[in-house]
């Protein structure tokens, strides 16, 4: 069974730390300027129950595009397949996650996919409820069921910051309204999504989450089905083939594993039926994924034979 101790995960992650220097902290959402591009932690939670971990494990990130993962479950457990694929499409982009391009040239207009701005702008927006307050409080809450930490809270620092900036986010969203596949208020739905990604956790969070949804929907202490494993298993499909933006590709070749990663440095990671893992590393290559946690789990991958290719 792969890495069983604490040490042998530590080696593992000073050699993928040494590729910190390659990438840069994300800076077009102000507040995430602040993150050390050296930080990098790693947890690896095991079906039954075990959990292993190195590097600043305790230091939080935000969820950034991972929370579309954990949106997208929600939209599917409340409205169901066939409304939120009325909306949003299948398909992969090829482009940049807040492209706006294929928009328009989709007929009729609809996102191509809920990992990309556009479509998980979409997925917030169908989230139930009589204000942003009380859609909010829904997703915190399944998010603090999913990693079973009942302290898990938000970043208002971030969440402010990147309202303010969010100006490509709000031209998303308008051109989505004029093609009526939203009609909230577009401050409204912003103030929701940008609370969404400013959701904090550390990488021991994200590996619970992740085991969540490599055992399709299972918590693995009490064996609880927190999700239905229908719902489980479309988003790891999702996060095969658009989960690491217009990089999924290359992923799938060089690690073959479900997973999605933020622009905060995070990479939440589903081994089917193996492992969950979380990582936290801040620099980020040109495609806004962490390079020291890209080239962690490749390492993980090769060592262990992870890959479900
Ligand atoms: N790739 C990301 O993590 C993007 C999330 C970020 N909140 C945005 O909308 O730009």
């Not at 730390?17 to 990438?23: A, D, I, L, T």
């Not at 991958?301 to 992870?306: E, F, P, V």
């Amino acid at each position: 069974m792969p890495c069983q101790s604490n040490e042998e995960l530590e080696n593992i992650l000073l050699e993928a730390k040494q590729y910190s220097s390659k990438g840069k902290v994300a800076d077009y959402i102000p507040a995430l300027s602040k993150a050390n591009p050296a930080d990098l932690s790693v947890a690896i939670y095991h079906s039954d129950g075990t959990c292993y971990s190195a590097g600043c494990i305790h230091k939080k990130i935000t969820l950034q595009s991972i929370s579309k993962v954990i949106t997208l479950a929600l939209a599917l457990i409340e409205s169901g397949e066939e409304f939120v694929f009325s909306k949003v499409g299948y398909e992969p982009t090829g482009d940049p996650f807040n492209s706006i391009v294929k928009l328009e040239m989709s007929n009729p207009s609809k996102p191509l996919n809920p990992m990309i701005n556009a479509g998980a702008l979409a997925v917030t927006h169908m989230i139930k409820g009589s204000s942003v307050e009380e859609r909010f409080q829904k997703i915190i809450d399944f998010v603090k069921l999913l990693s079973g930490n009942q302290e898990i809270s938000y970043s208002k620092e971030v969440a402010k910051s990147e309202f303010e900036t969010s100006h490509l986010n709000r031209a998303l969203c308008f051109f989505m309204k004029q093609h009526s596949i939203i009609n909230e208020d577009v401050e409204e739905l912003l103030d929701l999504y940008t609370k969404q990604c400013s959701i904090e956790v550390n990488c021991l969070d994200l590996a619970r989450i992740g085991i969540v949804f490599a055992l399709d929907g299972k918590e693995p202490i009490t064996n609880k089905q927190l999700m239905p494993s229908s719902i489980a298993r479309i988003c790891k499909t999702f996060m095969v083939t658009c989960g690491m933006y217009n990089a999924s590709g290359e992923f799938a070749v060089r690690v073959g594993i479900p997973a999605k990663s933020g622009v905060s440095g995070g990479i939440l990671g589903a081994v089917p039926a193996r492992f969950g893992i979380g990582i936290s590393g801040p620099a980020l290559d040109d495609k806004g994924n962490s390079v020291a946690g890209l080239k962690l789990l490749e390492i993980l991958a090769k060592k262990y034979d992870l890959s479900m290719f």
